[in-house]
């Protein structure tokens, strides 16, 4: 009996582009990083794809284990759905944890950026506009000085 295939929609933000792809079993990190890369034009050693948790925080991988430990958390439906990154354009805060993590990053930025994904993957869903999440994120990030003189 063969395994059954995995459909992955991956979408690009703050653009909302999303395509669904399709493996016939889970891809490895390079088969997701190859197929990332001729959709996008991300160079793959560049890629990096995103979800958010059952916990509602958002998970950025870009490795083998990675991508391992995701599919060991994930049951259910053959369907995942993945937000591209390209780690060429990600500030240092974006980046994937390094252990080196910029500590000046202030709440008011992680909310801006925080509501920006919720709102891209409500576009995916079809319930908002990929424009808006980039307009809320602006907002907010514009804001921040008078949320932190407010303590």
Sequence with gaps: MSSPQINIKLTRPP?????KVTFETRPSWDEL???VQSLYDIPTEHVAVSYVDNEGDEVTMNTQTELQDFYATQSGPNTVRFAVRDLRTQS???A????NEDLGTSPAIQLADNMAHVIASLSEMGGANADVAENIRNVVRNTAPFWQARG
């Design 96 to 99: 994937p944890a390094s252990g």
């Design 33 to 35: 990083a190859v197929r």
């Design 15 to 19: 653009s909302g582009l999303t395509r």
């Design 92 to 94: 240092p805060r974006e």
